[in-house]
C-alpha cells in the first residue's frame, strides 16, 4: 500500500487548501480512509474520517471548515480546508484503517487503527 499526499503550502488566515491523497494498492472504495495531522510539539489529532459508505467524522476544531471526500475511481481521498487559522499549521497525513467504519468519537477516526501511512504534507497559516 502506498498513500501520497499532495497539496499543502503557505496560507494567509482566512485561506483554503485542497490536500490530496492519491492510493495504490487499496482501493479506498472499499476502506475506511482518514487524515490526521500533527503540529510541533503536540500529539497527533485525527480531524477527518470518510468510510465506504461516504459516513463521516470530523474534529470538533474543523467541523464547518474542513470536508473530507474521495473519488473512488481515481482512488484518491482529499481533504478540502476553508478559512485557515494559524492553529491549524501542521503536518498532514492520510491514512488508511482497515474496511470497518468511522469510529464513535470523540476523536474523528476510522474504528480500526489506522494501518498505512502517507509520508505526510506540511500546512502552515500564517496570521
Known amino acids: 500500500v502506498e498513500l501520497v499526499e499532495s497539496g499543502g503550502g503557505s496560507v494567509q488566515t482566512g485561506g483554503s487548501l485542497r490536500l490530496s491523497c492519491r492510493a495504490s494498492g487499496v482501493k479506498i472504495g472499499a476502506y475506511c480512509m482518514g487524515w490526521v495531522r500533527q503540529a510541533p510539539g503536540k500529539e497527533r489529532e485525527g480531524i477527518a474520517a470518510?468510510?465506504?459508505?461516504?459516513?463521516?467524522i470530523y474534529a470538533g476544531s474543523v467541523k464547518g471548515r474542513f470536508t473530507i471526500s474521495k473519488d473512488n475511481a481515481k482512488n484518491t481521498l482529499f481533504l478540502q480546508m476553508n478559512s485557515l487559522q494559524p492553529e491549524d499549521t501542521a503536518m498532514y497525513y492520510c491514512?488508511?484503517?482497515?474496511?470497518?467504519?468511522?469510529?464513535?468519537?470523540?476523536?474523528?477516526?476510522?474504528?480500526?487503527?489506522?494501518?498505512?501511512w502517507g509520508q505526510g504534507t506540511q500546512v502552515t497559516v500564517s496570521s
Open positions: 470518510i468510510d465506504s459508505d461516504g459516513d463521516t
Open positions: 491514512a488508511e484503517g482497515g474496511t470497518y467504519g468511522v469510529g464513535a468519537g470523540p476523536e474523528a477516526t476510522c474504528h480500526h487503527e489506522y494501518i498505512d
